[in-house]
């Protein structure tokens, strides 16, 4: 029976890593920019919560309201103001970039903040639990976080396959070239998507924050966690992100099953044998030349 | 009286190559020109041009009276230039029916919807649900055409239609223009290949290596006017 809880935990643990991911996964997807200050931007949207529930008195989910339209226009400001211009000089400007946002980011939240380890109170929700079975213990916070990652991957999925602007991200990910000259502006197109990726991963930084303590550098973890979950699912498949952040959470509690110091190391010999037994992730997208 | 497209005293170069010299076209609207000339004589930078994708050293693009010049091709796609680019360029990834949706991006009013469109070419009607990149050559290039026509263009600039394609598909692609023409569209026709051309178009331009070496009306030229033209025969007699 402990096998099938760490199992559970572990799909739950994904629900968040799977939150975290779905942002990087939709600009990897849409224009191919790996965006390292994606787990830096998670850590901000943790701290500008917890600074909006110190001087205003908000309640935590109330600071989602706040946290992730501003983010969403700061991912729009990001991609027109710095990443369009990058692109032009290749793909490896953006990365050098979102590399430098990411340690800006870090080293200001220190100046602000200090290293202490920070945490957003949720009350009772944070140990609140019930019991599905005899051995069986779910936290009602990792299924929220679960239900979450699965509704925002779901909406942008339908957003993608169904509107207007979704198809023109589709077809700019064919063919940028074809598509403007169906009129699409890419410029303003990058912006949305990068809109869309930053305010999830908004949200998914502030679930981070009532799940964990975070400080100033944590976003390092969360990269390699989002990116880990991006790889195993496929690169540009959001379904395969969903999957891999699955997959990831149960690689690290049934291997602190094992041995409660080896749960993250599980989870990147998992990451290292998908790299090598099937390196285009468990559900690649399929688009044909 | 304006003419719907004046293209006039274009220089376009790619780095040191120039590979247009100060060349003029000028389209009235319902005309349809086709533009000929070999491998390199400068079509399709003529059409990169008049649809936004190249930028000229010199000279000036108009639409209906407009200088257009600055403007960037997604920009020209509302003022109602479409381009079917060489190598037909299809979405991949996406079915026939999205990639005319796609098309349709720029909400520009006028006679071609979903259904018009596959009254044009029956043939999309029944691969609306396939991927575009598993279509053939030719069912890749009807579908091309009608991703243009999607977006209501008072100019439909096609490149290179009938290349790669088997004569036949050529000559169904060449039987649905009528069809195209007859809504008040008009056509700038990129050919090297001249059997359907000739019959299609009201004139002819012949450019050779930048240059422009003839115009004429369709029903007036020979075709050994239009192959001295397409070789620089003449120019060498001269």
Redesign the interface.
């Known amino acids: 029976m402990e096998w099938v809880n760490a199992v559970v935990q572990g799909l739950f643990l994904g629900g968040s890593y799977a939150l975290l991911a779905c942002g990087l996964s939709l600009m990897f997807g849409v224009m191919k920019i790996v965006n390292l200050a994606h787990g830096a931007l998670a850590v901000v949207a943790a701290y500008l919560a917890l600074s909006l529930i110190e001087h205003t008195g908000m309640p935590a989910f109330a600071t989602l309201l706040v946290v992730v339209p501003v983010f969403a226009v700061v991912g729009y400001a990001m991609q027109r103001g710095l990443l369009n211009r990058a692109l032009k000089f290749g793909e490896l400007s953006p990365l050098l970039v979102t590399f430098g946002l990411a340690v800006i980011i870090a080293n200001g939240l220190q100046q602000l903040w200090s290293a202490d380890s920070q945490a957003i109170k949720i009350g009772a929700l944070s140990t609140a639990s019930f019991q599905p079975g005899a051995d069986l213990s779910v936290g009602l916070f990792p299924l929220l976080t679960l239900v979450v990652a699965v509704v925002v991957i779901s909406a942008i999925q339908l957003f993608l396959a169904r509107t207007?602007t979704g198809?023109?991200m589709?077809?700019t990910?064919?063919?940028g070239?074809?598509?403007?000259?169906?009129?699409?502006?890419?410029r303003h197109l990058y912006g949305v998507a990068a809109a869309i990726a930053v305010a999830t991963v908004a949200l998914a930084g502030v679930f981070l924050g009532m799940s964990t303590q975070f400080t100033p550098t944590y976003g390092d973890l969360v990269l390699i966690f989002a990116f880990e979950a991006v790889i195993i699912g496929g690169l540009g498949s959001l379904w395969g992100t969903l999957l891999g952040g699955l997959v990831l959470g149960i690689a690290q509690t049934v291997g602190a099953q094992l041995n409660p110091a080896d749960g993250i190391l599980a989870g990147h010999l998992v990451f290292l044998a998908i790299l090598l037994l099937k390196p285009s992730g468990l559900f690649p997208?399929?688009?044909?030349? | 009286m304006t003419h719907l497209l004046e293209v006039e005293g274009a220089d376009v170069l790619y780095g040191e190559f120039q590979a247009l010299h100060a060349v003029d076209v000028r389209l009235t609207e319902g005309e349809t020109l086709a533009v000929i000339g070999a491998n390199g004589a400068g079509k399709s930078t003529l059409l990169k041009l008049i649809?936004g994708?190249m930028r000229p050293r010199s000279g000036v693009v108009r639409l209906d009276g407009a200088d257009v010049t600055a403007l960037?091709?997604?920009?020209r796609?509302?003022s109602g230039i479409?381009?079917t680019?060489e190598g037909r360029?299809i979405?991949?990834?996406?079915t026939v029916e999205?990639?005319l949706?796609?098309?349709a991006?720029?909400k520009r009013p006028g006679p071609w919807d979903l259904a018009s469109v596959y009254e044009a070419f029956p043939i999309l009607a029944e691969l609306k649900g396939r991927?575009g990149?598993?279509l053939s050559g030719g069912q890749q290039q009807a579908a091309a055409i009608a991703?243009a026509l999607m977006?209501n263009p008072r100019l439909l600039l096609l490149d290179e239609v009938s290349l790669g394609l088997a004569p036949v598909v050529i000559a169904d692609i060449y039987a649905a223009l009528p069809r195209i023409t007859a809504k008040g569209t008009t056509a700038l026709i990129v050919e090297q290949d001249l059997s359907q051309v000739l019959k299609a178009a009201d004139r002819v331009q012949c450019l050779l290596e930048g240059r422009t070496v003839l115009e004429a009306s369709a029903a007036d030229v020979t075709r050994d006017q239009v192959a001295a033209a397409y070789f620089g025969l003449e120019r060498k007699a001269s």
């Open positions: 207007r198809r023109a589709r077809a990910r064919d063919d070239d074809a598509a403007r000259l169906m009129g699409i502006d890419d997208k399929a688009v044909p030349a | 649809a994708a960037p091709e997604y920009a796609v509302r479409a381009l680019p360029r979405f991949g990834s996406m999205e990639n949706l796609v098309g991006h720029s991927r990149g598993v991703r977006s």
